[in-house]
């Protein structure tokens, strides 16, 4: 039945676009202004899916605190379970001091479920990383774990929460990555929701203290 359900959504192309106001916390307090844009589409066995998003806003009225990020990813899937993926991404981010980081690789992802109620996933990866900040130039590989949350208690909420940790290959316990994202949308239409992100990173060789980030706007969604 997952299988069949699969296939039958392999036609349909979905898209995502937000704009959201954004509290953020680290070095100093700053209020984004931020806009996103995902595309996804199932040609069975594979899935693409491609975003964009970006980031403005103002310090003391002088300087900009900008950030941008494209990432890009392919699922194939061996099984209704089981899937390998491949994912690249590309971004900047002023407010942590990154003048560029790329990050590109693969690995295996697990489904315990998929389904109207919601999503349980986790997956492991393998992933290089090139990092220019204004004093350090990084190349490492990183592994990469995630797991994921869906739940979906009725037609007009949806909750999700998406944990990562991502230590270096060569020096796993001091130097690593742990960032979450929780999630709550609320449908005020077919296709427009009202969101509501909470998100907060810790690296501790760059980021030493948490980047929190609040953010509340909207979500339009569209299957075609």
Same mark, same amino acid.
């Given at each position: 039945?997952?299988? $069949? ?27 984004? $202004? ?31 605190? !900008? ?18 993926? #491949? ?9 942590? !001091? ?82 979450? #994202? ?5 449908? $005020? ?7 509501? #992100?909470? !998100? ?5 060789? #760059? ?18």
């Amino acid at each position: 039945m997952v299988l $069949l359900a699969l296939i039958s959504q392999a036609d349909l192309w979905h898209l995502n676009v937000g704009v959201v106001g954004s509290y953020v916390r680290y070095r100093n307090e700053v209020m984004l $202004l931020k806009a996103s844009a995902g595309l996804s589409k199932k040609v069975f066995p594979f899935k693409y899916i491609f975003s964009v998003s970006g980031s403005y806003g103002l310090t003391d009225s002088v300087n900009t605190e !900008n950030s941008y990020r494209a990432t890009a990813n392919i699922d194939y899937y061996i099984t209704p379970k089981v899937e390998l993926f #491949t994912m690249g991404q590309w971004m900047t981010d002023r407010i942590a !001091n990154i003048n560029a980081r790329v990050l590109a690789g693969g690995g295996a992802k697990y489904v315990f479920y998929d389904n109207e109620s919601g999503e349980l996933s986790i997956s492991g990866a393998l992933l290089y990383n090139y990092e220019y900040r204004d004093t350090l130039k990084q190349n490492l590989a990183r592994y990469s774990f995630r797991i994921k949350h869906r739940y979906i208690p009725n037609d007009f909420v949806q909750l999700s929460l998406v944990a990562f940790y991502q230590p270096s290959v060569s020096d796993f316990t001091n130097d690593y990555w742990i960032w979450g #994202t929780f999630e709550a949308r609320s449908r $005020l239409s077919k296709s427009l929701f009202l969101k509501l #992100t909470i !998100n907060d990173r810790y690296e501790n060789l #760059t980021l030493p203290r948490n980047n929190l980030s609040i953010a509340v706007g909207f979500d339009y969604s569209l299957d075609f």
